[in-house]
């Protein structure tokens, strides 16, 4: 995460405030940043804040963390509207996020502020019980694993400009990052179209002259007879088609409908030599790469059958 995001949040888990009195907590807080509370602790911190069993969590920390919204319900501002997000972790149990939301309805129900939104993400299947018509603010309840809404997170806060290959996931607007062993790895079977993939083996510090030079020079490979090149894609080297329009209509439709139990969709394009089967293809892939997970497969089922069994061995 950069510095102009880091300062964007504080972060506080419960033993630290258990160790404040609430004077102290308050000249603590750092009003110009959103306070992000762990509310079960973090896995990665030493001993003391280790996330802990329902138990000896109600037990510990549920006070604490009960004093910190005291803190921080007094001093925000009642003519702003305030948004509550509570956010699955390891761990989480659907007791600790009843209780939490228990605390929030107690000391929320007699606040002024403008309007009081939460929005509660959790992986759990079945529902906390809750509804509107008890609660004393708007509840959104969303299903969404831990895992997807930490890739969502992490394409919303971390600007790195470090050489991880980026491609899109089934999850709206959130990114996945290969690293380059995970690159190198699955391009034994596939050609994967990652953000800005046109310029592999391309310097990034060309002048606009020879930059100009190397897209000439891959537009007359192209027209010469060799495979269309991701760099001749961007700069649309190849002749506009309706059937690409038509295929990339149809496809899109069927990726929509998909869903993670559903049978694959096969289709075919079918077609001579040297009528540009392949480059249609390619076109439609190009188009796509930045919406969906889009890998170009160059090889035979079998050898990416044994791909998948060397991982599984390995």
């Known amino acids: 995460m950069d510095s102009g995001k880091q300062q964007l949040f504080e972060m506080w888990v419960p033993e630290r405030i258990r160790d404040l009195k609430n004077a102290d907590l308050t000249s603590c807080i750092d009003w110009k940043k959103i306070p992000w509370l762990f509310a079960n602790g973090r896995t990665t911190d030493t001993k003391p804040n280790l996330p802990k069993d329902f138990k000896n969590w109600k037990a510990s920390w549920l006070s604490p963390i009960g004093r910190f919204l005291d803190v921080l319900i007094e001093q925000l501002d009642k003519q702003l509207p305030l948004i509550t997000v509570i ?34 993400s959790t992986d759990k299947s079945e529902t906390i019980g809750l509804s509107n018509d008890e609660l004393s603010f708007d509840l959104s309840l969303y299903h969404l694993s831990a895992k997807l809404l930490g890739l969502g997170l992490a394409t919303c806060l971390d600007s790195s400009t470090s050489s991880a290959y980026i491609m899109p996931t089934a999850l709206k607007d959130a990114n996945a990052r290969l690293t380059q062993t995970e ?24 002048s606009e002259e020879e930059m100009d030079d190397i897209v000439r020079q891959r537009q007359e ?27 990339r209509s149809d496809i899109m439709k069927q990726l929509e409908r998909q869903t993670v139990t559903a049978s694959p969709t096969v ?29 170009l497969c160059e090889k035979t089922l079998l050898s990416i059958y044994r791909l998948g069994t060397k991982r599984k061995s390995a």
């Open 267 to 295: 289709i075919e394009l079918i077609h001579k030599p040297g009528l540009g089967g392949s480059t249609i293809a390619r076109r439609i892939l190009w188009e796509l790469h930045e919406t969906y997970p889009a890998p």
């Open 87 to 120: 956010l699955p972790f390891k761990g989480l149990e659907a007791s600790m996020l009843s209780k939490l939301v228990d605390r929030l309805d107690e000391r929320l129900s007699a606040s002024k502020f403008t309007a009081k939104h939460v929005l509660i």
């Open 183 to 206: 690159f190198l790895y699955l391009r034994e079977c596939l050609t994967v179209l990652y953000r800005d993939c046109e310029m592999e083996g391309i310097r990034p510090d060309l």
């Open 221 to 247: 490979a192209f027209l010469s007879g060799q495979q269309i090149s991701m760099l001749s894609l961007k700069h649309d080297h190849d002749a506009r088609r309706t059937l690409v329009d038509n295929l």
